[in-house]
């Protein structure tokens, strides 16, 4: 039921009996923020601390409603579940377990509690209001479930979805008859305006970014964006499950210093081209007080920057760097920038600055090595850049990880397999991501207009492969066990000095399973012997996967005729 509330008089609803309902909660300062479980083949963790809902939940706290987060996700649970229809072209792709370096995926995966858990939680509590995160439109099907499950256990409450989806999608969002507001934009001031609106009785159509449905018709608000970065809120980071999101046995926690990017290119939804906010950077002194108040809370091991351009601008990051360090000095704690580092803002003050803060890999983002494709993406050629910061980073004795991006439409493969052979002779691992539409990035338009979107929202990620463009479905599940394959050549390299020389295939069906390095050693023997990209299960079974022919002999030739390095 989407109705458009009018409390205390003015407000109309569809049902007496649900206004009724609604009044009896209403004096209620209960609100509990839920992270849904999302379905996918692989999880990162250590990215999915919902730093946006404490930010949230701070702000509502402090207009002294009693706030909660739920994170379906801080669970170690995780059921296999059958491909959604839409999937079901990916089997050919990832049809055995591999236990092999080269594996990619198999297993289609619920992570998280279960939504009838969520269902259950809520009533227990008996929240007035429930603020449900949908922040990729990939995962939007599980945050609409999430609604759907809540309603269904609690109908009483009433239920706001925001995030990145709900922004740019508020009528496909209210179309759910469990979600009673959408929020665009920033929702820490809009959140709490909401709250104290449903509580007073005041109109909800005052708040900016607001979406709903009045009369059967929508009211939909322009996105809201908090404009002054001084306005930025500490997360309510107490309100955190932070032993599920330990690291090597300490806790981990990230950090967001600005938000925006004044870059233009066209597959970033938070662009300058694109419809998100401008580029805000927060003062450094309120950066360094919210960590403070992390370290001091607990024992923070690891701490990850989650920004889109984190030293572009040179005095404000060593400003950072410098106010941080006596902070951190003599906590061991590991730094890192995991959205990428843009090259042209690394010299050696910022590198050595990295290092004595904590850094010890640098996360630098490449794109691409083809002037045409980076044309394409609307993104400078960096590469001279590039090569000067992979150099600072040897030279300092830090790693470094590159980010590369395939299967874009109108990218080849040939032009994605030359990007992995140049990083093959650098020392650095390969970060290779399958091009995906995001939704608000110039792309997304452009491909919507064209009528080349995925005809599911649920494929809009890379792990479906989402495009069989100019770079085939096949040529892009190459390119990606390529990565995969490169990337343990250098580790052989930094371990034994060289790669093992290549052997014919004996034709045999099992393989001893000693231990994955030893298995993985041996498939690359064969490889680099008859071009044949293989995978072992776990019981030893061998087989061959699905490749393009073609581009692994082509890559396995070429890389026979360089030096490949490691990263350390």
Known sequence: ?????????????????????????????????????????YLTKKRTIPYGLACIAACVKSKDFDVEIL??????????????????????????????????????????????????KIREIQPFLVGISSLFTAYSDEALKT??????????????????????????????????????????????????????????????????????????????WVENPDEFSFPAMDLVNHEFYKRHKRHSTLVVSSRGCPMQCSYCSVSASSAYAPFRQRPVKEIVKEIQIQIESRDIGFIDFEDENLCLYKSWFLDLCNRLQPLLEGRDIEIRAMNGLYPPSIDNDI????????????????????????????????????????????????????????????????????DLLYLAEKRTLVGLSIYYPSPGSLDFQTLKD??????????????????????????????????????FMKHLVDVFGKIPESEAFPDVSTLPVINRETVSRKLLQWLLYDGKIRGVTDTGQVYAHLSDDRLVKKCIKELKTIEIKGIK
């Open 1 to 41: 039921m989407i109705f458009y509330l009018k409390y205390s008089g003015p407000w109309n609803f569809l049902s007496k009996e649900f206004e009724n309902s609604v009044k009896k909660i209403m004096n209620r300062s209960k609100v509990v923020l839920v992270q849904p479980p999302i379905e996918d083949f």
């Open 71 to 120: 994170d379906a996700l801080s669970t170690e649970k995780s059921g296999i579940i059958d491909y959604p229809t839409e999937f079901f072209y990916l089997k050919s792709f990832y049809p055995r377990k591999d236990i092999s370096n080269f594996s990619l995926f198999h297993e289609f995966r619920h992570f998280g509690y279960s939504f009838e858990y969520i269902g259950t």
């Open 147 to 224: 609604a759907e499950i809540i309603k269904k256990f609690y109908p009483q409450c009433l239920i706001v979805m925001g995030g990145h989806h709900p922004t740019f999608f508020p009528e496909k969002v209210l179309d759910c008859s469990a979600v009673d507001f959408v929020l665009r934009g920033e929702g820490e001031k809009t959140m709490a305006l909401l709250c104290e609106a449903l509580k007073t009785g005041s109109d909800p159509a005052d708040i900016p970014g607001i979406a709903f449905k009045k009369d059967g018709a929508l009211h939909v608000s322009d996105p809201s």
């Open 351 to 418: 590198v050595l600055a990295m290092k004595a803060l904590g850094f010890k890999t640098l996360n630098l983002s490449l794109g691409s090595t083809s002037k045409d494709q980076l044309k394409r993406f609307k993104r400078q050629d960096v590469i001279n850049a590039y090569e000067k910061a992979l150099n600072l980073t040897r030279d300092n004795g830090l790693e470094c990880v590159s980010y590369i991006i395939a299967a874009a439409p109108g990218q080849t493969a040939d032009s994605s397999l030359k």
């Open 450 to 487: 064209q009528g080349m979107l995925p005809g599911s929202s649920s494929l809009m990620r890379s792990s479906a492969l989402p495009f069989d463009d100019s770079t085939s479905r096949l040529e892009a599940v190459t390119l990606l066990r390529l990565s995969r394959i490169i990337n």
